[in-house]
C-alpha cells in the first residue's frame, strides 16, 4: 500500500516516475503552475515548483525530462559545493544545459554564512559569477540549503534586487512554531524521503490556493521504493558514474571486472 496518499493507487510505487507524473498532473488540475517570476502580490492562484539538487544531476534531468514532456517548467537549485557532483565539470555542465533548454530555471543552492542581506548578496554574487559564466546563462535565483540550522534565513525575508529568493514571503509563509492547518502559502517538500506537510495531491485537492512545492530529484526513481531502497539505488548509480568517471581517464582501469565483483556482493 502506497502509505503517501489515499489519493494514490496502491499499485503506484512511491517516489517513482510514475508517481510523480501523477502528482503534475494533479497540480496541473487545480492550479496554475507558474514560475517565481509570474508571482506577485496581485497574483491569488499558483503553484511552484522547485529542486534542490542534492546528490545526483542525472536524476534531476530525469524530472526535468518529465516536465518538459508534460508543459510543465520549474527551477533547479544547483549546489557549487557538493561533494557528490561537481557542477562546473564538463558532464554536469551538459546535463545542466540540457535542464535548461527544456524550458526550466537555473537557481542557486547555497549556505550563507551569515543572515545579514549584504552577506547573502555578496556570497550569491560570487557563485552566481562562476556559474554563469560557466553556463553562459543568467543566474538570477537562489534556495538556500538547510535553513532550519540558521532559521533567520528565512525568517528575515531577505532580499537582493533583481534575483528571486525562493523563500521570499511572496512564495513562502514563515512560522515560529505550530504551522497553522491552512496558512496563506502553503509549502510542501518531500524531504527525507517523506511528505512532512501533506502529500501534494491531498493539499491541492483541498481549499488552498498558493503553493510551492519542494522536490529533491535524488528521491525519486523509476522504479521508486522506500528510503533504504532508494538510497541503495542512488549509491549504484553514483557507482558506476565514479568507476566511468575513472576509466575515461585512465586507461588500465578495470571497469569490467570490477563492475561484475560488485554485482557478487
Not at 53 to 79: G, N, P
Not at 107 to 134: C, W
Not at 191 to 199: E, L, M, V
Request: one cysteine or more; glycine letters at 4%.
Amino acid at each position: 500500500m502506497n502509505s503517501n496518499s489515499n489519493s494514490i493507487s496502491s499499485d503506484v510505487p512511491a517516489f517513482s516516475h510514475q508517481e510523480y507524473r501523477m502528482i503534475l498532473s494533479r497540480l496541473k488540475e487545480y492550479l496554475p503552475i507558474l514560475d517565481y517570476s509570474e508571482v506577485t502580490e496581485n497574483v491569488n492562484r499558483f503553484c511552484v515548483i522547485r529542486h534542490d539538487v542534492e546528490f545526483s544531476l542525472e536524476r534531476a534531468l530525469d524530472l526535468a525530462q518529465i516536465e518538459h514532456d508534460m508543459d510543465i517548467q520549474t527551477s533547479y537549485f544547483i549546489q557549487l559545493g557538493n561533494n557528490t557532483y561537481n557542477a562546473i565539470s564538463k558532464k554536469s555542465l551538459d546535463i545542466l544545459r540540457k535542464i535548461n533548454k527544456l524550458g526550466h530555471k537555473i537557481g542557486l543552492h547555497f549556505t550563507p554564512t551569515s543572515s545579514e542581506e549584504e552577506v547573502v548578496n555578496q556570497e550569491f554574487i560570487a557563485l552566481k559569477t562562476i556559474l554563469d559564466s560557466r553556463l553562459d546563462i543568467d543566474i538570477d535565483r537562489f534556495s538556500f540549503h538547510r535553513p532550519n540550522l540558521n532559521r533567520k534565513l528565512i525568517s528575515s525575508n531577505i532580499r537582493i534586487n533583481g534575483v528571486i529568493n525562493a523563500y521570499d514571503k511572496l512564495y513562502f509563509e514563515y512560522f515560529d512554531d505550530t504551522i497553522p492547518e491552512n496558512p496563506d502559502i502553503k509549502y510542501i517538500s518531500d524531504s527525507n524521503h517523506q511528505w512532512k506537510y501533506g502529500h501534494p495531491i491531498d493539499v491541492v485537492s483541498g481549499s488552498c490556493s498558493k503553493v510551492q512545492v519542494l522536490i529533491h530529484p535524488f528521491s525519486w526513481s523509476k522504479n521508486g521504493g522506500d528510503n533504504l531502497a532508494n538510497y541503495l539505488s542512488l549509491l549504484k548509480e553514483k557507482n558506476n558514474v565514479l568507476m566511468d568517471s575513472i576509466n575515461a581517464e585512465i586507461s588500465n582501469f578495470p571497469k569490467d571486472d570490477l563492475k561484475n565483483i560488485i554485482s557478487l556482493q
